[in-house]
């Protein structure tokens, strides 16, 4: 291998990608409207609310010209919903991921916004998961990064941070335990295929050479055992062909 | 070929293959009852590696089962361990477990304790910014 790395996206890059997860910030100064890569943003304009990226608005924060508006799921009450979910409704699987945007009409229905007749569908990644329009109860793909992001540059703008801390702790322990079960009971779900719906891009980064190697080790335990039932398979195929071409012949 | 497979009156096989000691009898009876509790590393430091190649040669249905699940059970305990390396806090028991090892399972907790410590480093760096 060239590059020392391993494969898959080692922690700093998924952290480095999630600083492109727009955030809502209320500004202190006016800025005008910045030309990047991405688009334009939006000009800032003091007591209107904007969304930036999490990289611009940890900046302006820094800088003391804008204040970080928290995504509803990192309040303390909508986290400790999570962990009673995690620890106590399913003790298997992963909380959902965040629902796919959806916006009522005025007849009292709710339509999804996000459907293949408007021109652009967006994925995770580019939902607007973590602005203030996010929904509470579900942690979105780069939960584990923002929140941690948040908290060290922007722990004054989060609502009881030191409870948001010991609560993000909890998941983090009892989701690492998920994996941990989900990839050692490879019988429970059948055929050795397991759902990793909801984990998080950091969690991700964190278990991917444990899980594969896990994954390498029951492969090649069962590698023998995979050819001899493979050649029987090929045998019985070849009878069972026979019989099916009798039948053809048949009808 | 066929003189070796008529060879007389005594019809005995010229050539008998036996497991070898690390694969006997007692250890998979041990792995059987519990899989934790077994070192591994006292049988052979290539335990998984030996067993397999064994596997390649002979047809044992039984001896592939129990060592996926020696595997499976043992896997879980590993990944523990390699989280919690850090926090010394692991106990006698902890210890005797990781020093019972074979080279798979210690490459397993190489594995796990780098995703876990990557993890945690870029943690501490953010709040060092």
Not at chain 1, 76 to 86: K, M, Q
Not at chain 2, 64 to 72: D, E, G, M
Not at chain 2, 96 to 124: I, M, Y
């Amino acid at each position: 291998m060239a590059l020392p790395l391993p494969l898959g996206l080692v922690p700093s890059e998924a952290a480095f990608l999630c600083e492109m997860e727009l955030v809502t910030v209320v500004p202190r100064q006016r800025l005008e409207s910045i030309e990047l890569l991405s688009g334009s943003t939006p000009k800032l304009r003091p007591p209107h609310r904007a969304d930036l990226p999490l990289w611009l608005a940890i900046l302006l924060k820094k800088q003391r010209r804008a204040n970080i508006v928290p995504p509803a799921w990192l309040h303390p009450d909508s986290l400790r919903e999570i962990v009673t979910y995690e620890t106590a409704i399913d003790v298997k699987d992963w909380a959902p991921p965040p629902p796919p945007p959806v916006r009522a009409d005025s007849r009292g229905n709710s339509r999804r916004i996000n459907t293949a007749d408007t021109d652009i569908v967006l994925s995770p990644p580019f939902l607007p998961s973590c602005t203030s329009a996010a929904p509470a109860g579900a942690l979105p793909y780069h939960w584990f990064e923002f929140a941690e992001m948040i908290l060290a540059h922007a722990s004054d703008d989060v609502p009881s941070a030191s409870e948001v801390r010991s609560l993000l702790r909890d998941l983090q322990e009892a989701r690492s335990a998920k994996m941990r079960a989900k990839i050692t009971q490879p019988e429970s779900h059948g055929e050795g295929v397991t759902s990793l719906r909801g984990v998080g891009a950091m969690e991700l980064a964190e278990s991917r050479g444990f899980v594969a190697s896990v994954a390498e080790g029951i492969r090649k335990i069962g590698a023998s055992a995979e050819t001899m039932r493979r050649e029987e398979e090929e045998e019985h195929g070849q009878d069972m062909d026979d019989d099916l071409s009798d039948d053809d012949m048949g009808l | 070929m066929f003189a070796l497979a008529s060879a007389g009156e005594d019809s005995k096989p010229p050539l008998t293959l036996t497991l070898p000691p690390c694969l006997s009898e007692q250890v998979l009876a041990a792995l059987k009852a519990d899989p934790r509790a077994v070192p591994l590393r006292d049988q052979s430091a290539y335990f998984y590696g030996v067993a397999v190649r064994m596997l390649d040669l002979f047809d044992e249905r039984e001896l592939s089962a129990i060592l996926r699940r020696t595997y499976v059970v043992r896997a879980a305990d590993v990944g523990l361990h390699a989280r919690k390396a850090e926090e010394s806090g692991l106990g006698g028991q902890g210890e005797e477990f990781l020093r019972g090892l074979d080279e798979w399972e210690r490459r397993l907790f190489r594995r796990g304790h780098e995703g876990v410590k990557g993890a945690k480093e870029w943690t501490d760096n953010v709040k060092k910014s």
